[in-house]
């Protein structure tokens, strides 16, 4: 599936890029496709090489997650007070939320720990730092409204809190049946739904609260149960599911006029075309290298593409191959990531996984190894 999530990450850096006039599939829907997708991966691994291995398979996230995350705080760091290159914030937005001791400890937490950061769309920063509760969705305007996630390194990185999130959840989720996942995002789904009744802003409802995105990861492990199905039907099939789904998610906006359909609906129907194509092109594409390492791109290129990008709105805002030099900057630092920080400590993960599953597999003595089966 490495085309499809490194399109779901091109999506994001699109909408993104101000100085880009072209979108894909949109950068809310492709997180939130994102999160289909890890469902269905941890539902796989969990049946899987972390079968019974919950405290492996949590520390193997976090190192999974983490060490890269790190880096691009530093190097966003680097960017926001060496060069005052950022895309979301200023030194100053850092300045006021820090001036004041109780936001000061939230923020660090938040930026080290992650877990909590979707909340902080939930809060402005008040002129001596306090955070403020405000569920109406505003956008900020300096100096003037502040938001909480601008005072995050990484803004983008609230959607790996709702990772960490379901990460916690998954083993328990993994050992349940069809009908109670089904139930689970039944519930997922209603309370979503009831964000239209409630006097909040739907959109930071519907993506910034964990409860009412569960069912995206609750979708994807559904259709990780579908696997034997995909299993069984020749891999054209998920080859040709594969180009239909990336077609789609290109050509979603005409699509969506030709078809008449709101934005709402349109939303539905990807959650539930991505949910459906996954276990075929899965199975299509398992065995390729090139695929994996394609996919592997679309994590520290979600991660990179903002530091670019407020490099080039610093310090080539008007030059007419602006975008051009942010997407490929982008791909560029992702590959660099890719190769010196993630592939490595994948193969330390990997090699940890592996030794737990060869001491987890029971020795027989050597009569009962030649014993009928």
């Not at 979108?23 to 997708?37: E, K, N, S």
């Not at 005409?254 to 996954?278: C, D, F, K, N, S």
Request: aromatic share 14%; charged share 10%.
């Amino acid at each position: 599936m490495g085309l499809i999530r490194v399109l779901l990450a091109m999506a994001v850096l699109f909408g993104h890029l101000p100085v880009l006039d072209v979108h894909i599939i949109g950068a809310a829907l492709a997180v939130q496709a994102f999160f289909i997708v890890s469902g269905f991966y941890m539902a796989l691994v969990l049946g899987g090489k972390y079968s019974g291995q919950a405290s492996l398979f949590y520390s193997n996230r976090l190192l999974r997650l983490m060490p890269t995350y790190f880096v691009m705080c530093a190097l966003y760091a680097l960017a926001l007070w060496g060069f005052n290159a950022s895309a979301t914030a200023d030194p100053k937005v850092f300045a006021r939320a820090f001036s004041n001791p109780t936001t000061a400890i939230v923020m660090a937490f938040e930026n080290i720990a992650i877990v909590g950061q979707e909340l902080l769309f939930w809060f402005t920063i008040g002129p001596h730092g306090e955070l403020v509760f405000n569920s109406t969705g505003a956008v900020p305007n300096p100096p003037d409204l502040l938001l909480g996630w601008q005072a995050l390194l990484v803004p983008q990185s609230w959607s790996l809190s709702m990772e960490l999130l379901f990460y916690a959840l998954a083993p328990f989720l993994a050992r349940l049946s069809w009908r109670w996942l089904a139930a689970i995002a039944a519930a997922s789904i209603a309370l979503r739904l009831a964000g239209h009744l409630l006097p909040v802003n739907y959109p930071i409802w519907q993506g910034r609260f964990f409860p009412t995105a569960l069912f995206l990861f609750v979708f994807g492990m559904l259709a990780q149960k579908m696997l034997p199905l995909a299993s069984r039907l020749p891999k054209a099939v998920g080859w040709a599911v594969n180009i239909a789904l990336l077609v789609l998610m290109i050509a979603l906006q005409g699509v969506v006029q030709v078809l008449h359909l709101t934005p709402e609906w349109a939303r539905w129907g990807m959650y539930v075309l991505i949910a459906l194509a996954i276990p075929f092109v899965f199975n299509a594409f398992k065995d390729f290298a090139w695929d994996r390492w394609i996919g592997d791109l679309s994590y520290p290129l979600y991660l990179v593409h903002l530091l670019v990008i407020g490099a080039v709105l610093t310090f080539i805002p008007n030059a007419p191959y602006a975008a051009w030099v942010a997407i490929g900057g982008s791909l560029v630092l992702s590959a660099l990531t890719l190769v010196l920080i993630d592939h490595p400590i994948d193969g330390w993960r990997q090699r940890r996984a592996e030794k737990a599953a060869a001491k987890a597999e029971p020795v027989l003595p050597p009569e009962a190894s030649v014993a009928p089966l």
